[in-house]
């Protein structure tokens, strides 16, 4: 496989307009599900089966209110936990797009309850859902359909403001790197999230659990695929 493709997603630029939201919803033709009113800015209360990007909305109360948006999606881990999950139960359920290095959730791969909570589990980021009714799973495809005709994803190519950044991974590191530089003066807490285990990563600029509890990886579940496959191994070392 090659580099493959990433996406960049600085927050400080994020307005929280929803703009890339509603085009993934669109593009992927996914259907509107009831939502509630949560009484804050973020809608709905989390993905779902035909939510695949939702832009979280956060608010830290104090002298001065602080407002946190994180636009949450797949981050096309380099080495994914969910394939190696799904690999283990339901061959073929999970792929790696060769070009991009998108993951890829099949769609036409029945997946059964307890093999999902499994491939769920496995998620640093708590990404995969699944359509409970025909046991088909779904998230972000990376927009890989669109790139592969050399379109840029959905979700970047209707940003307003240049949060969204995508393009071949090399170069959107070192994208990421720069822009990191040039904001540390004034944001001592600023960061790239997990930036070499995944595709998709942002640029925060405080604690990252001010944003949401999964805006980085929940290391407890592990991240790369050496903690994968030792997972993997525990049921045969315990008879060895
Ligand atoms: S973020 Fe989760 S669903 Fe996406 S590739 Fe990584 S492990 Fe899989
Ligand atoms: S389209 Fe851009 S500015 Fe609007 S919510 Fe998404 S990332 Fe933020």
Redesign the pocket.
């Known amino acids: 496989m090659t580099d493959g493709k990433s996406i960049f997603i600085d927050t400080t630029k994020c307005t929280a307009c929803r703009g890339c939201q509603i085009a993934c919803k669109q593009w992927n033709q996914r259907a509107t599900e009831k939502t509630i009113n949560l009484g804050n800015h973020q809608n709905p209360s989390d993905l779902s089966y035909n939510t695949w990007k939702l832009v979280r909305f956060s608010e830290i109360p104090g002298e001065e209110v602080t407002w946190y948006f994180f636009p949450d999606q797949?981050?096309?881990?380099l080495n994914?936990?969910?394939?190696d999950a799904a690999d283990r139960k339901v061959k073929g359920a999970?792929a790696q797009e060769e070009k991009t290095g998108a993951?890829i959730f099949n769609s036409k791969v029945k997946v059964k309850p307890a093999d999902f909570k499994g491939i769920r589990e496995?998620?640093?980021?708590d990404?995969?859902r699944i359509n409970a009714g025909d046991g088909m799973m779904a998230?972000?495809t990376l927009c890989f359909n669109r790139v592969s005709g050399g379109m840029l994803p959905a979700c970047v190519k209707t940003c307003p403001t240049g949060a969204m950044n995508f393009g071949d991974r090399k170069e959107i590191l070192e994208k990421a790197k720069k822009r990191l530089e040039s904001v540390q003066g004034k944001y001592q807490e600023a960061m790239l999230t997990d930036m070499d285990d995944?595709r998709v990563f942002y640029l925060l600029v405080d604690d990252p659990k001010k944003y949401y509890k999964r805006a980085v990886a929940d290391n407890t579940i592990g991240i790369t695929r050496k903690a994968a496959l030792k997972r993997l191994l525990q049921p045969l070392s315990m008879f060895g």
Do not use: L, M, N, T
């Open positions: 797949c981050r096309h881990c994914p936990p969910c394939k999970i993951v496995a998620c640093p980021y990404i995969p998230k972000c995944v």
